[in-house]
């Protein structure tokens, strides 16, 4: 069974960054042959998609995230990151990361239900 451990998020004010990893293990095959995401999920509000990656399709980011957040990946170490800058208030939230073996372009990156493996969750507070 795959696994995805997220670590990193903490506290920060306005403005500064924070990166977050997913350590992705028992992978059945190789790393590069998944897409790996992050969601949120701020209090009160539903989980939301903030970025998507894998070789085949394009890289997908939230517009409320577009040229503030990067994901990165690391083949070698089989991880994933978010680098989070310019943060704001409003990017407060518990950050997951998932993946998925089997995809398609055609379908919305977005769909939760694609991802059949989670992480469990790493807490991220901007503060103003």
């Known amino acids: 069974q795959v696994q995805l451990m997220a670590s990193g998020g903490g506290s920060v004010q306005a403005g500064g960054s924070l990166l977050v990893t997913c350590t992705v293990s028992?992978?059945?095959?190789?790393?590069?042959?998944?897409?790996v995401a992050w969601f949120r999920q701020a209090p009160g509000k539903e989980r939301e998609g903030v970025a998507t990656?894998?070789?085949?399709?394009?890289?997908n980011y939230a517009d409320s995230v577009k040229g503030r957040f990067t994901l990165i990946t690391d083949n070698t170490k089989n991880t994933f990151s978010l680098r989070m800058d310019s943060l704001k208030p409003e990017d407060t939230a518990m950050y997951y990361c998932?993946?998925?073996?089997?995809?398609?372009?055609?379908?919305?990156?977005?769909?939760?239900?694609?991802?059949?493996?989670w992480g469990q969750g790493t807490q991220v507070t901007v503060s103003s």
């Open positions: 990656f894998d070789v085949v399709c394009p890289t």
């Open positions: 028992r992978a059945t095959t190789k790393f590069s042959n998944y897409r």
């Open positions: 998932a993946a998925a073996r089997n995809f398609t372009c055609a379908a919305s990156p977005w769909r939760q239900s694609y991802y059949p493996y």
